[in-house]
Structures are given as structure tokens and as C-alpha cells.
Nanobody
Framework: QVQLVESGGGLVQAGGSLRLSCAAS????????MGWFRQAPGKEREFVAAIIWSGGTTNYADSVKGRFTISRDNAKKTVYLQMNSLKPEDTATYYCAAEQSGWRATAQAAAYDYWGQGTQVTVSS
């Protein structure tokens, strides 16, 4: 069973940057596609970004395209979300997720097999 642990959340002013990390346990991290989702209080969980096992294909929500970058380091068993030009509407709990086929950089939360506990990101005006 894979375990995912997010870190790097915090409080940042609008226009600032933050880098989230998701560290994975288990021996097969390099075979998973990885995704980031977020959920604000009172709102549905929404897709943010995803990356296939090799890192060669990525997928972004329109709301973050051009501002956020997903990447991975399979040797470190870690996926990252670099968030730039942050806006107050980016405030949410951010979750990483793993998809075991490895090739689906999908926006559909139901496709993911494992989830982390989340890390809070708060963007102030």
C-alpha cells in the first residue's frame, strides 16, 4: 500500500509563490501517474495538475495554467507543485494522488487509487 504525504503549504500573499511536495512510500512510485487536487471550504474538490509516470506528459486545470508547474523526481519518490502568481482563490487544502496505471494524467478524481492527507495553502490579499 502506497502512502502519500504532502508538505510545503502555508500562508502567502497574493502574487507570491509556494512549492508543495508529495513524498511517497512504496517501491513502485515511478510507475504511478500523480495528480494534485484542491478543495476549499464549502466547495467541491477540483483538479489542479497531473503528470504521467515518466514526467513526459502533464495536464493542468485552466485556472492554474501558466502559473503552476507539476514535476516529479522518481529517484526521490516525490512529486512537486510549484505555484507562482498565487491568487486568493487558490486558497484550499491541496491533495496529491497516485494512479496506478501510470499513463493517465487525468482530471477525474475517481481515477486515482491513493490519496494523501492534504496540506493547507492560504493566499491573502
Amino acid at each position: 500500500q502506497v502512502q502519500l504525504v504532502e508538505s510545503g503549504g502555508g500562508l502567502v500573499q497574493a502574487g507570491g509563490s509556494l512549492r508543495l511536495s508529495c513524498a511517497a512510500s512504496g517501491r513502485t512510485f515511478s510507475t504511478y501517474a500523480m495528480g494534485w487536487f484542491r478543495q476549499a471550504p464549502g466547495k467541491e474538490r477540483e483538479f489542479v495538475a497531473a503528470i504521467i509516470w515518466s514526467g513526459g506528459t502533464t495536464n493542468y486545470a485552466d485556472s492554474v495554467k501558466g502559473r503552476f508547474t507539476i514535476s516529479r523526481d522518481n529517484a526521490k519518490k516525490t512529486v512537486y507543485l510549484q505555484m507562482n502568481s498565487l491568487k486568493p482563490e487558490d486558497t484550499a487544502t491541496y491533495y496529491c494522488a497516485a494512479e496506478q496505471s501510470g499513463w493517465r494524467a487525468t482530471a477525474q478524481a475517481a481515477a486515482y487509487d491513493y490519496w494523501g492527507q492534504g496540506t493547507q495553502v492560504t493566499v491573502s490579499s
